[in-house]
C-alpha cells in the first residue's frame, strides 16, 4: 500500500465536499439520461395525445416528477408532432427539426428540487455510513441498509412539499401570492400534514429501493475489488456496481412503482411487465453514471486533502 493511500485512509473528505460530489453527479446524471425520458415521453404523446389536465411522470434520472398537461397546442415540447418511428428515429428527428436542446426539454425546473434532493441523501448516506462505521465496526454488513433507508427517508421527507407545490404552480399557473394562499388554506383546512399528500407512496418506493441498493453495491464493490486484487474501486467497479444494484433494486421495487406511478396519475393502464425494461434502462445508467461520478469526486478531493497535509 503506497503513502498516498495510507494517507487516504486517515484523510476524509468533509461534508461540503461530498456536497459537492454529489451536485455534481447529479447534474451529469441530468444531462445524460433526460433525453432517453424526454423522447419516451414524446413517443407515448404521439401514440396517445395528451389532452389539458391529464398527467405524466418525467424523469431526469434523479427524481420522477409528475406533470400536468397545459393548453398550448403544438407549442408545448411534449405535444410537438414528430411522425416517429422507434427510439433511434426520434433522437434523430428531433435533433435535426428543434435542435439538441429540445433533448432536454423541461429539465431546468425539475432540477431545482432534484439536485437538493441528491446532495441531501448522498451526503447524508456516507456522513451515516462513517458515523455507523465508527460505532460498530467497519465489518458490520448492516450498516448500508440502515444509512439508505434514514437517508432516503430523510431525503423525501424534506422534498415532499417542494414537489406538492411545484406540481400545483405548474397545473394551475398560479402566481406566488396565489400560492402562498392556497398554502395557508391548505394547512389551516387540512393541517401540515397535507402538505406531504403523495409522500408515502414515494417512501413505500424509494426506502426499499434505497435499503436494496447501498446494500447490493457495497457488497459487490468490495467482492469486485477482491477479485481486481485492488484495495480501492476504480471508476469502473463503481459504474458496473452501481448498474447491477440499481438495476437488482429496479426490479425488486417495481410493483411499488407501479402503484406510485398509477397514484399519481390517477391511470390504472400500466401493467408491471410492461414497465420493467423501461424502468431498468432508465434506473441502471442512472444509478451507475451518478454513483462513478460520486465517487470519482470523492476521491478527486481525498488526494486535494491529502496533499494539502503533506504541504
Request: charge should be positive.
Amino acid at each position: 500500500m503506497d503513502p498516498e493511500t495510507r494517507g487516504q485512509e486517515i484523510i476524509k473528505v468533509t461534508p461540503l465536499q461530498q456536497m459537492l460530489a454529489s451536485c455534481t453527479g447529479a447534474i451529469l446524471t441530468s444531462l445524460i439520461v433526460t433525453p432517453l425520458d424526454v423522447v419516451k415521453i414524446r413517443l407515448q404523446a404521439q401514440n396517445n395525445p395528451l389532452p389539458k389536465g391529464k398527467c405524466f411522470v418525467y424523469s431526469n434520472g434523479l427524481m420522477d416528477h409528475l406533470c400536468v398537461c397545459e393548453e398550448g397546442g403544438n407549442k408545448l415540447w411534449y405535444k410537438k408532432p414528430g411522425n416517429f418511428q422507434g427510439t433511434l428515429d426520434a433522437f434523430l428527428k428531433i435533433i435535426r427539426n428543434e435542435g439538441i436542446k429540445s433533448l432536454w426539454s423541461g429539465l431546468p425546473p425539475t432540477l431545482v428540487m432534484a439536485v437538493p434532493a441528491t446532495v441531501i441523501y448522498f451526503t447524508c448516506y456516507d456522513q451515516l455510513s462513517a458515523l455507523l462505521r465508527s460505532k460498530l465496526g467497519e465489518n458490520e454488513t448492516y450498516i448500508p441498509i440502515v444509512a439508505g433507508v434514514v437517508a432516503r427517508f430523510g431525503a423525501v421527507t424534506v422534498i415532499s412539499p417542494l414537489e406538492l407545490i411545484r406540481t400545483k404552480m405548474q397545473s394551475k399557473k398560479f402566481s406566488y401570492m396565489e400560492l402562498h394562499r392556497f398554502v395557508s388554506k391548505k394547512v389551516s383546512e387540512d393541517g401540515w400534514i397535507s402538505l406531504w399528500k403523495g409522500w408515502a407512496p414515494t417512501v413505500l418506493r424509494d426506502v426499499p429501493f434505497s435499503a436494496m441498493y447501498w446494500y447490493n453495491y457495497e457488497i459487490l464493490k468490495k467482492w469486485l475489488c477482491e477479485k481486481s486484487g485492488l484495495y480501492e474501486p476504480t471508476f469502473m467497479i463503481n459504474f458496473t456496481s452501481g448498474a447491477l444494484s440499481g438495476s437488482f433494486a429496479a426490479v425488486a421495487t417495481l410493483p411499488f412503482d407501479v402503484v406510485k406511478t398509477q397514484k399519481q396519475t390517477q391511470l390504472w393502464t400500466y401493467e408491471s411487465h410492461k414497465s420493467l425494461i423501461p424502468r431498468l434502462i432508465k434506473i441502471a445508467p442512472a444509478c451507475a453514471i451518478m454513483i462513478s461520478t460520486y465517487e470519482f469526486g470523492k476521491a478527486f478531493f481525498q488526494k486535494q486533502n491529502v496533499r494539502r497535509q503533506q504541504c
